[in-house]
T-cell receptor
Framework: KNEVEQSPQNLTAQEGEFITINCSYS?????LHWLQQHPGGGIVSLFM???GKKKHGRLIATINIQEKHSSLHITASHPRDSAVYIC????????????FGKGTKLSVKP | DAGVIQSPRHEVTEMGQEVTLRCKPI?????LFWYRQTMMRGLELLIY????????DSGMPEDRFSAKMPNASFSTLKIQPSEPRDSAVYFC??????????????FGSGTRLTVV
């Protein structure tokens, strides 16, 4: 069964802290996506990774293909980073389709 | 491009009524997905289309749910009759291949459905 596991489920941090959210998957993938969803809001794609590392502003995403593991890091966290972060994997094939983790709810306190 | 456009943003309806959710994908994207998000189950795939043809509808919960894609720029998800347990946020997403088996996805803002 293709599963995506995220940890932690919930995370509370103080403003300015460095944050790490983890994602593990069970079989080989063609790409991994990190998504962000603010309360009551839509889903925004933050990163798509198939190898290595990507950085956008204070956000960094890494993936280790051999270990089937990805991390999303937030440096100098801010209350506006409070959201649910969802890991989704694409197992590839002839069509694209995502398998989602259950999400990590992040709350950054001022 | 305005992105994936969903309507309505919010829908409140009475049990037993028909509900129609609408989606306009990004022009040129050849895949369209309907997802349902609930607190208990997270995001679940309901159905997806490739070039307007339904490919996998195994996630559609029951016969009360139906989806169509009459052309490349429009899709509907219909629930008839609606039930309180259908209350959820329904997302539409579209994707296109970026190279090999890698696809880029764009999500709509979702439709929050409440069935009372």
């Amino acid at each position: 069964k293709n599963e995506v596991e995220q940890s932690p489920q919930n995370l509370t941090a103080q403003e300015g802290e460095f944050i790490t959210i983890n994602c593990s998957y069970s079989v080989g993938i063609s790409a991994l996506h990190w998504l962000q969803q603010h309360p009551g809001g839509g889903i925004v794609s933050l990163f798509m990774l198939s190898s290595g590392k990507k950085k956008h502003g204070r956000l960094i995403a890494t993936i280790n293909i051999q270990e089937k593991h990805s991390s999303l890091h937030i440096t100098a966290s801010h209350p506006r980073d409070s959201a649910v972060y969802i890991c989704a994997v694409d197992y590839g094939g002839s069509q694209g389709n995502l398998i989602f983790g259950k999400g990590t709810k992040l709350s950054v306190k001022p | 491009d305005a992105g994936v456009i969903q309507s309505p943003r919010h829908e409140v309806t009475e049990m037993g009524q028909e509900v129609t959710l609408r989606c306009k994908p990004i022009s040129g994207h050849d895949y369209l997905f309907w997802y349902r998000q609930t607190m208990m189950r997270g995001l679940e795939l309901l159905i997806y289309f490739n070039n307007n043809v339904p490919i996998d509808d195994s996630g559609m919960p029951e016969d009360r749910f139906s989806a169509k894609m009459p052309n490349a720029s429009f899709s509907t998800l219909k629930i008839q009759p609606s039930e309180p347990r259908d209350s959820a946020v329904y997302f539409c997403a579209s994707s296109s291949p970026l190279g090999g088996t890698v696809y880029g996805y764009t999500f709509g803002s979702g439709t929050r459905l409440t069935v009372v």
